[in-house]
């Protein structure tokens, strides 16, 4: 688990989290979840509120934020305070101390990375084998991308599916590489044929289940390059084309009569809420009001 949280009287460190910190049972004080994506990675989330001191030793990369709440972080023989508005970076083989007071409910979120998992993304970037990641900084000043941490951490706790969490995982990965360890990734050539092969594939296996690797070994491509070509191309990464697809099949599906809930399973989506939720990221309410919308408009 990285660290815990703590409070401090500084307020006016970082930006205001009440609109994208990640909902957390407030019953439950840590949660964590392995994705089933490529590369395969924890994450987890917390809430703390108690006083104490407590030593890491890191096997993984591990990167995170403070939701809200402040902690002192010793890494590298220097004390950092960790505060909304930045991003913590962690490597293998260094240790950290964090030390919190106790006064009042902090919250984390982690995203953990195998050496060997963050090794083959950075590889992708470079367009050959380079030396592991450094991360010269344990603590960035970083405002936006604390909010896009946020986001990105928030929905991986929701049920989605192989490619949707592999493709967002993978984006903030190969932005965190890119803004805190190398320059911009270099140019690469078009691959067009293997882009509509991969598109082709999408429309019409619509239920599958494919991962990002295997979309890319389609296109001929690394997963990193599949996606950033493949968005360039259509206006949309996979995961978002695949789920546009789906939710246009479901809505012929619903005025034909369709159940939504038959419809969430047959199309590919993990659970119900799943459908429902990207159902009405798109179409802007829920299914159940578009076929009464639809009912009542004919």
């Known amino acids: 688990m990285w660290g815990f949280v703590v409070r ?59 939701a809200s709440g402040y902690w002192i972080s010793r890494y590298r023989g220097v004390d950092h305070v960790m505060a909304p508005g930045r991003l913590q970076f962690a490597e293998p ?11 009042a409910e902090a919250s984390y979120r982690v995203i953990v990375v195998s050496p060997a998992s963050l090794a083959t993304i950075d590889e992708e970037i470079e367009g050959r084998r380079s030396h592991p990641p450094h991360f010269r900084d344990h603590l960035v000043p970083d405002a936006p991308g604390w909010r896009s941490f946020a986001h990105v951490h928030a929905e991986l706790t929701k049920p989605m599916s192989r490619l949707e969490s592999s493709s967002i995982l993978r984006g903030l990965i190969a932005d965190l590489l890119i803004r805190n360890v190398k320059q911009s990734p270099r140019p690469v050539k078009r691959h067009d044929r293997g882009l509509q092969l991969a598109r082709c594939f999408l429309n019409d296996q619509i239920a599958a289940n494919p991962s990002l690797a295997e979309l890319a070994a389609l296109a001929g491509l690394s997963p990193f390059h599949f996606c950033r070509l493949f968005r360039q191309a259509f206006g ?45 990221r798109q179409v802007g309410m829920t299914p159940q009001n578009y076929v009464q919308g639809w009912l009542d408009s004919g």
């Open 8 to 66: 401090t009287s500084r307020p006016d460190i970082g930006p205001k989290t009440h609109r994208t910190q990640p909902s957390v049972d407030a019953a439950s004080k840590f949660g964590l979840k392995r994705l089933d994506c490529d590369p395969p990675v924890d994450i987890c989330w917390g809430t703390n509120d108690q006083k104490s001191a407590l030593r890491h030793l890191h096997e993984d990369y591990r990167f995170g934020i403070s």
């Open 93 to 103: 083989g260094e240790t950290s101390l964090c030390a919190f007071d106790g006064q």
């Open 236 to 280: 949309l990464p996979p995961h978002a084309y695949q789920n546009h697809l789906r939710i246009e099949r479901a809505k012929q599906l619903l005025r034909s009569g369709y159940p939504a809930a038959a419809i969430a399973n047959d199309l590919g989506f993990s659970d119900q809420s799943h459908f429902i939720r990207h159902f009405r």
